[in-house]
T-cell receptor
């Protein structure tokens, strides 16, 4: 079945540090890939997405590239801010599986001033 | 205007009780979902409806029964609540299947505590 493996957290960084959160996946078909962010006490919201190999999703300074050869979708940001503190979820949706979404376990990021 | 709303936001109840959580979306989407998030933040899909038809039904105890009266609403009824049902339940919606890149819009969550 489909699965998503995320870098274990928690991750603690200083403001302006470089961020990488690793995400690899296993899917039966050709999935779409997503990063969602959950701020404290809120629901998840889409951060970025990519629907085919070599696509790069980007938003709010965050980027991730769909790498089919390594089955990866790593999240990066060049300079994090305190306001980026949140839980980040990598997810895939597979058309071959009724469009069901599979989420990674989430990575908690804390950015200190 | 709230895109996906859930009521109630907090629900505290005794073991053995029956409770319902309501979800409404005003985005005109045709697909709605229920997710369960445990205390470690792990997120698992429970159910998905497309145009009021059940399309995903994960391994969920049959004490949980979803009901979609129309495309804009998806309610979750839970019978005989157990301690292990304590979690945050999220409703979400999308236009069409997410497998073609459609994003999900999540509600604010309902924190259920079973005593």
């Amino acid at each position: 079945g489909d699965s998503v493996t995320q870098m274990e957290g928690p991750v603690t960084l200083s403001e302006e540090a470089f961020l990488t959160i690793n995400c690899t996946y296993t899917a039966t078909g050709y999935p779409s890939l997503f990063w969602y962010v959950q701020y404290p006490g809120e629901g998840l919201q889409l951060l970025l997405k990519a629907t085919k190999a070599d696509d790069k999703g980007s938003n709010k300074g965050f980027e991730a590239t769909y790498r089919k050869e390594t089955t990866s979708f790593h999240l990066e940001k060049g300079s994090v801010q305190v306001s980026d503190s949140a839980v980040y979820f990598c997810a895939l949706s597979d058309q071959a599986n009724a469009g069901k979404s599979t989420f990674g376990d989430g990575t908690t990021l804390t950015v200190k001033p | 205007d709230t895109a996906v709303s859930q009521t109630p936001k907090y629900l505290v109840t005794q073991m053995g009780n029956d409770k319902s959580i309501k979800c409404e979306q005003n985005l005109g989407h045709d697909t709605m979902y229920w997710y369960k998030q445990d205390s470690k933040k792990f997120l698992k899909i429970m159910f998905s409806y497309n145009n009021k038809e059940l399309i995903i039904n994960e391994t969920v105890p049959n004490r949980f029964s979803p009901k979609s009266p129309d495309k804009a609403h998806l309610n979750l009824h839970i019978n005989s609540l157990e301690l292990g049902d304590s979690a945050v339940y999220f409703c979400a919606s999308s236009q069409g299947y997410t497998g073609i890149g459609n994003e999900q819009f999540f509600g604010p969550g309902t924190r259920l505590t079973v005593l």
